[in-house]
Every structure is written in C-alpha cells, then in structure tokens.
C-alpha cells in the first residue's frame, strides 16, 4: 500500500518513479511490523526507539512534501474546472431560452448576454443577459462561483472590443452588430496557477458550447462539447 501510495505521489507531481526508492516505504513496513508485538505472545518489550521514530516522520515529511504540492494543483485545476463548467452551462441555459422565442426573423427578438473582463474574486459578476430574457431563466446574472475562495479568476475574451453576443430564436449566435460572428472564445485562468487554463467558446453560427483546455501550449487546443 505505501509502495502504491509513493507511485501516485511521483505520477501527481510528474515526477519519474525512481525502482529504487521502492525499498524506502518496504523498509518501513518491515520496521513497522518488526516492532509489532508478535501474534502469539504479546509481549510489548521490544517497542519502537527514538531513532526508529524519527526516521519515519522524515520518511512521511518526505512523502508530504512531494504530495501536498500536486494537491493544491489538483484544487486548482478543480476549481477552475467549476468555473468552466458553469459558465457553459449558464451560456446553454441562455441559448435554450432564446431558441423558445419563436420568430420569424433570424435577428428578431433572442436574448443579449454581455460578458465582463479583468481580474474576478469570487461571486463577481462575470457575465449577464438582458432583461426580455432575465425572466426565464433561474438567474440573469452569472457569477464566478464562491468555490474559488481567496484566489481569483483572470478572465479575457478573443476579441476584446465584442464583448456581447447574441442568441437568436433559431439557435444561432451574432455579434453586437447583427453579423454572424467568427468563434467567440473565453479564457479563464486562476491567479498565481502556473498557467492552468480553462476556456469556453461557441462554435461559429450554429452557437453549440465547448470547454476546451491545453495540450501541452498555452493555448486552449482541445475541446469537448457540453
């Protein structure tokens, strides 16, 4: 189990498995039940010395100080998940309700959601739509979520000067000026993360929602559809 626990230790903190620092947490077990009184006379003589004690809290300082820096990652990584995954599901709900305004024109009615940039705490807002569309929906205001706590979300839009986009009643998407927009895409990146990085884009016209993230760049190049 220890030799388990070390192996996950070194994937998370993408570090290599060294084969032989798998005699460290053998060494401790065998230490371990060495000093374990025996099954059939418990005897308790023979207990664990000082030395023997100290020698596992640095072997565990060790395990922790190799852990504990892949798992604040790892919340990171989770947290901006969340926003993500919020923001697209926000944006979806938006599109849904816009798809119900039957119209006739393609540009008719729909609903306007415009999008807030620069340095976000939690609960800012973040994104917010218009008030004919505000009614049918359980909130008109998006926010970023509180699960982020003290950190904070720098959060940028491809095309800085169009930060609105419209969804019309057949589905589809415009910009502010009433033209079929190229892809609208935002990023979302956590402060101080080391350049974890989350975006949400809506494909060209047809408006379908995607989270995307990195593959080894700084840009957002692998995408899932919601």
Not at 32 to 43: A, C, G, Q, T, V
Not at 90 to 113: I, K
Not at 131 to 152: D, F, H, K, Y
Not at 173 to 184: C, D, K, M, Q, V
Request: proline residues 6%; hydrophobic residues 40%.
């Amino acid at each position: 189990y220890l030799v388990a626990c070390y192996r996950t230790c070194c994937i998370k903190a993408n570090l290599d498995f060294p084969r032989g620092h798998v005699l460290v947490p053998i060494m401790l077990t065998s230490l371990i039940i060495k000093r374990l009184p025996n099954k059939y006379n418990l005897s308790t003589d023979a207990g664990i010395s000082l030395p023997e004690i100290l020698i596992a809290v640095v072997i565990l300082g060790i395990f922790a100080s190799i852990s504990l820096p892949s798992f604040f990652r790892l919340l990171q990584r989770e947290r901006l998940q969340s926003v993500a995954l919020e923001t697209a599901g926000w944006l979806e709900s938006v599109r849904n309700v816009a798809a119900n305004q039957v119209s006739g024109s393609a540009n008719a009615g729909g609903c306007q959601v415009t999008f807030y940039q620069g340095t976000l705490s939690a609960n800012s807002m973040l994104a917010i739509v218009d008030s004919e569309c505000s009614a049918s929906l359980p909130t008109s205001e998006l926010r970023i979520p509180i699960g982020v706590q003290q950190e904070s979300v720098q959060v940028s839009v491809a095309s800085p000067s169009d930060r609105i986009v419209i969804f019309t009643p057949r589905g589809l998407w415009i910009n502010s000026a009433g033209e079929p927009g190229p892809t609208f895409e935002l990023s979302l990146a956590l402060s101080d993360s080391g350049g974890l990085l989350r975006c949400v884009r809506l494909s060209p016209a047809l408006g379908a929602v995607e989270i995307g993230r990195p593959d080894n760049s700084t840009l957002c190049n692998r995408w899932e559809s919601l």
